[in-house]
């Protein structure tokens, strides 16, 4: 098992940038494919990135790409979302998920292709 624990959240203006930090407990995180998504007010949960085991591989949804950076650092057990030019509808709660198997292609973007995840931290981007 892995725990996740995301932090860096907050209110930030239109335009402004933030960093998301999700820390991992428990099993070897290099094990771990990461992924991030994001959950708005009265909207469904959605793909924002992932990255792969080693780096490597990394994967955006199309309304972040250009302006959110994943990336992670494997002997701090870490992995990050540098967010960039935010903008209101950026507004969600962000999750960081673990998935145990080995993701090709589209799973990389189903929520259901995780294992583990974290509690989830709140951005509020204001216009």
């Known amino acids: ?3 996740l624990v995301e932090s860096g959240g907050g209110l930030v203006q239109a335009g402004g940038s933030l960093r998301l930090s ?9 094990a771990y494919g990461m992924g991030w ?6 909207k469904e949960r959605e793909f924002v990135g992932a990255i792969s085991r ?17 990336s992670r650092d494997n002997a701090e ?4 979302l540098q ?3 935010l903008k209101p509808e950026d507004t969600a709660i962000y ?3 673990a998935a145990s198997k080995d993701l090709y292609g589209s799973s990389w973007y189903l929520g259901s292709a995780y294992d583990y995840w974290g509690q989830g931290t709140l951005v509020t ?3």
Not at 55 to 68: K, N, P, T
Not at 77 to 80: M, N, P
Request: include cysteine; glycine fraction near 8%; proline fraction near 2%.
């Open 1 to 3: 098992q892995v725990q």
């Open 22 to 30: 999700c820390a991992a407990s428990g099993r070897t995180f290099s």
């Open 37 to 42: 998504f994001r959950q708005a007010p009265g």
């Open 54 to 70: 080693s780096g490597l591989r990394i994967y955006y949804a199309d309304s972040v790409r250009g302006r959110f950076i994943i």
């Open 77 to 80: 057990s870490t992995v990050y």
């Open 83 to 85: 967010m960039n030019s």
């Open 95 to 97: 999750y960081c998920a």
């Open 125 to 127: 981007v204001s216009s």
